[in-house]
């Protein structure tokens, strides 16, 4: 080796030494603010195509138009989108380094949701052992997919790696005009996740962002999209029930779906960002577009939410039922607790003949929060036979809380066949006495009678993840009830 | 094991309960008769802990300790099992899952073990022959959509599984068809041990044609106003309430 080598290597050990993991972060931030040079700057940063700044370009002249909704029934102070920083680098330095740190009743809510210890300190924020099982397990995964030909991984992998599919398929059911945070979300998200599911090909496991690497730090405005080919299958978990926190507040994901002849595709979600302390504060704004298009005949698209996290929910994971004889699903249960609010539901869009749609969703409201249904069921003009069953339940606990149903039909067809029931009920104190006299806590009472209320959701979720929601659940509405 | 001592309780500021005094000794079954509005129901509730009632003089000693300090689910623990009137629907939640979690609570308070699932469905299954149970009340939501008769011998059947000390039924008879209320008897008949103790509320006395007791009382008024052993249930019957209303007058004044 000569002495030159010997120097250069010294002095980039010396650098990195020097400079270190928090510098790079430091450089890597782009200033606050949003205009066309931070655009491309994220996408130069991306090393993107040329029609990736394009279309992001396009989306930001778009929203600059728009704006911000005011229909749902919550109330928040705007962001101010320009002391936002919108691109950094996507590895975090550790905020802490041991669990000792993190604040106690986060590990306590830890413990109660069963979160292995190496787990909690990924969503707590801690350092992490550099072997850690769960990568391996996603290597594994990764490999047995690609022998299939199932494409998963991030979202600025597939446009580097699998240009023609992404730029096939985004912005194609979600387009960029759709409304003023997908529009934001276009014009500047940073990473999410990207699934192919080959004509044919039914994959083995369900594929979840938990096993894909880095996949704990996506950003705050996510893009997800999972095309299924002619005869696929995917069922695809989004988010877990450990509380995640996050430095931002303002969350705005994208999710497209798209499921060709005789496809099926599956989405679970649980989503418990942090809910901000009992008063409110800091807690995570989520506001989110979900929808999926069922595009070939005999294609099906499911739904399925567990949302108890956010101070601010605002979604409805939609369907378009385009192909003849498709099917879309939406099951949800929704609680809010202390301050929270959520104004959340689906819309299904009924197209082709023979569609069909089922909503099942599952309000339930403690504290002094607020919880809103709010669906769509639009059967177009040449949907013959379209058939929509919607079922709308609100549970109350305690008597400060609100429930809210706005169901919307817009009906162009008269062969169309739409059904509807709501109800709303409080837990009464008969069921808790009467569990009490069973032996059961009060709390364990309440825990029992909302499982019992949302079984019809939970059942629709993946066995493990159901069980996760049900915990959850306790924990979420612990304290509730005096 | 039941000590009741000048009982006094009320429900929205009305008087219900007068001072009621009551032993009751393992290995002992009790009946509490009384007309419509006598107290019978309100006795029963106030020994499982409802809230709504507020007990306003007297004392309530179950083995030795206070009740009427401790929680419902506390009383359950120690083993006091109301069979309700009007047994309540948790929809959603199978029969099987909460008798296996309040087992597993009780044993918790007592420091057993939980019961393994193998080990909870034998013992199930056992019990489920006692009250003549059919299979697939088990796996259905809690009282959702059973008829009245189902409902009540549910509320036999999680007692024979929880097993209590003292078994308070409250007019589990009403409602209920002769082959119903047959088969319900039987199975407290059953269950009846030196170990445990029964009071049972009751309007008629053909409940205690099946289920014999050793001691009848009269509840009048918020007061027993006259207690015996089986006959009396039976002139009970024949002279009907108002023989014990004139009683009453007798009674107030002494």
Wanted: proline share 4%; aromatic share 8%.
């Amino acid at each position: 080796m000569s002495t030159t080598e010997t120097n250069e290597i010294e002095k980039l050990a010396n650098q990195e030494y020097k400079y270190g993991f928090v510098t790079d972060i430091e450089t890597e931030s782009a200033p606050k603010g949003l205009n066309e040079d931070i655009i491309a700057l994220i996408s130069k940063k991306k090393n993107e195509p040329e029609w990736m700044l394009e279309y992001r370009l396009k989306a930001y002249r778009h929203w600059l138009k728009m704006e911000e909704p005011e229909w749902p029934n919550v109330s928040y102070t705007k962001p101010d989108f320009q002391d936002i920083i919108y691109y950094s680098a996507p590895k975090n330095r550790p905020k802490y380094n041991s669990l000792d740190e993190v604040d106690p009743e986060l590990i306590k809510t830890f413990e109660k949701l069963g979160i292995p210890l190496e787990e909690q300190k990924i969503f707590a924020g801690v350092a992490v052992d550099a072997v850690f099982d769960s990568v391996s397990v996603a290597t594994t995964y990764k490999e047995k997919l690609k022998e299939m030909g199932i494409i998963f991984c991030s979202m600025s992998e597939a446009i580097q790696e699998h240009p023609g599919l992404v730029k096939k398929y985004i912005g194609s059911v979600v387009p960029y005009t759709d409304n003023f945070y997908a529009a934001l979300n276009s014009a500047v998200f940073t990473d999410g996740s990207f699934a192919f599911i080959p004509k044919g090909v039914r994959c083995p496991m369900e594929l979840s962002t938990y096993f894909r690497i880095n996949a704990s730090n996506t950003g705050q405005f996510e893009r997800t999209l999972i095309v299924a080919e002619d005869s696929a299958y995917v069922s695809y978990l989004e988010g877990c029930t450990a509380p995640m926190r996050d430095e931002n507040q303002l969350h705005a994901a994208v999710v497209e779906l798209v499921a060709l002849d005789n496809a099926e595709i599956k989405y679970s979600t649980i989503q418990n960002w942090y809910a901000g302390d009992k008063e409110g504060r800091g807690g995570i704004y989520n506001f989110v577009t979900k929808r999926g298009l069922c595009k070939g005949v005999n294609s099906k698209i499911s739904w399925t939410q567990v949302e108890t996290g956010s101070s601010i929910t605002w979604k409805y994971p939609s369907c378009v039922l385009q192909g003849d004889n498709s099917i879309g699903e939406f099951y949800s249960v929704a609680v809010t607790n202390n301050m929270q609010q959520a104004d959340t539901g689906t819309k299904m869009i009924h197209i082709g003949h023979n569609t069909r749609s089922t909503i099942v969703s599952k309000g339930i409201s403690a504290g002094v929060s607020n919880n809103t249904y709010r669906g769509l069921v639009k059967v177009g003009k040449k949907a013959s036979h379209a058939r929509n069953y919607s079922q709308c339940d609100s549970l109350l606990i305690g008597d400060k809380c609100g429930a809210h149903t706005f169901p919307y039909l817009e009906v162009n067809n008269p062969t169309a066949i739409i059904e509807h029931e709501a109800t709303t009920s409080k837990i009464g104190e008969d069921q808790i006495f009467y569990l009490n006299q069973r032996g059961l806590s009060t709390e364990d009472a309440v825990s029992m009678i909302v499982n019992g209320y949302c079984k019809e959701v939970f059942r629709e979720l993946p066995m493990e993840f159901a069980v996760e929601a049900q915990k959850l659940l306790s924990v979420s509405l612990e304290g509730s009830v005096g | 094991m039941l000590e009741i001592k000048n009982l006094h309780a009320s429900i929205d500021g009305k008087d219900i309960l007068k001072g009621i005094n009551l032993t009751v000794k393992a290995g002992e079954v009790h009946a509490i008769m009384g007309p419509n509005g006598s107290g019978k129901s309100t006795l029963a509730q106030v020994l499982a802990g409802r809230e709504e009632y507020e007990v306003t003089e007297g004392e309530v000693l179950f083995n030795g300790k206070n009740l009427l300090e401790m929680a419902p689910e506390d009383r359950a623990r120690e083993g006091v099992f109301l069979a309700f009137q009007y047994p309540i629907e948790i929809p959603g939640v199978s029969n099987v899952n909460l008798l296996k979690t309040a087992l597993n609570e009780i044993r918790k308070y007592r420091n057993e073990e939980p019961l393994d699932s193998m080990d909870f469905l034998n013992m199930i299954k056992s019990k489920m022959s006692l009250v003549d149970m059919p299979n697939d009340l088990m796996q259905r939501s809690v009282n959702e959509g059973f008829s009245g008769g189902e409902k009540k011998r549910n509320e036999i059947f999680q007692m024979a599984v929880l097993n209590p000390a003292l078994g308070i039924l409250d007019e589990t008879d009403s409602g209920l068809d002769i082959d119903a209320l047959r088969i319900v008897a039987n199975g407290v008949t059953k269950l009846r041990s030196p170990e445990n103790a029964f009071v049972v509320v009751t309007h008629y006395q053909r409940l205690l044609n099946y289920i014999v007791p050793d001691y009848v009382h009269v509840l009048f008024n918020g007061r027993i106003i006259k207690s015996g052993d089986k006959s009396l249930a039976l002139e009970l019957e024949e002279k009907g309430y108002d023989w014990v209303k004139e009683h009453i007058t007798e009674f107030v004044g002494q």
